[in-house]
């Protein structure tokens, strides 16, 4: 167990919509971090929050947002959903200096 | 971060030690050594990490060479529930709320046999 929790596991939904998806990272981590992973792009850096403040943006596409609470849980939002949009999502958090990333178990999304 | 070049699979019998390389002959002088695993679309999990010198834990154990331009990843007595794929990652050490992103490669299969 990594600590670090993601919900739903699960998502199914259809083109066009818009879903969100959850994290609460490890006690203490101020960094939350969102990587997707489909089947021929691997695993992607998203997007970096630090403490409530966004700190990078790696690949993620204008259809997409997050934030993240005064309490460090974060929400990636993904908008007018495409066919395309279908891989696990997995945030992941980190401590002090030159601590690991710690995985959660993923959210996988599935567009119908 | 300095690239990577990992073989893209590997086996290796239940109970033997599996050694897993790396070759990141580009690296810089403050970047560190990360390995994680992803078994089958689980989360990746985190191993083990180091910047000069060889690091132990419960988990593997990994050998850096002097150089730096390389290192190997042991585990070292490999179970059926060690077959996953293993990442290499080489990046910078972070401070405060620096950024840290991971960036992944395709990694190793590590398939151990019964």
């Known amino acids: ?49 630090y403490n409530g403040e966004e700190r990078a943006k ?55 | 971060d300095a690239k990577t070049t990992q073989p893209p699979s590997m086996d290796c019998a239940e109970g033997r030690a599996a050694n897993l390389p790396c070759n990141h002959s ?16 689980q989360g990746p999990q985190y191993i083990i990490h180091g910047l000069k010198n060889n690091e132990t834990n419960e988990m593997a154990s990994l050998i850096i060479t002097e150089d730096r331009k390389s290192s190997t990843l042991i585990l070292p007595h490999a179970t059926l529930r060690d077959t996953a794929v293993y990442y290499c990652i080489v990046r910078v050490g972070n401070s405060g709320g620096s950024n840290y992103k991971l960036t992944f490669g395709k990694g190793t299969l590590l398939t151990v046999n019964p």
């Open chain 1, 58 to 112: 790696g690949n993620i596409l204008e259809r997409f947002s997050a934030q993240q609470f005064p309490d460090l849980h974060s929400e990636l939002n993904l908008s007018s959903l495409e066919l395309g949009d279908s891989a696990l999502y997995f945030c992941a958090s980190s401590g002090g200096t030159n601590q690991p990333q710690h995985f959660g178990d993923g959210t996988r999304l599935s567009i119908l």
């Open chain 2, 26 to 41: 580009t690296i810089s002088g403050n970047e560190y050594v990360y390995w994680y695993r992803q078994i089958h679309s």
């Open chain 1, 1 to 49: 167990d990594s600590g670090v929790t993601q919900t739903p596991k699960h998502l199914i939904t259809a083109t066009g919509q818009r879903v969100t998806l959850r994290c609460s990272p490890r006690s203490g981590d101020l960094s939350v971090y969102w990587y997707q992973q489909s089947l021929d792009q691997g695993l992607q850096f998203l997007i970096h929050y």
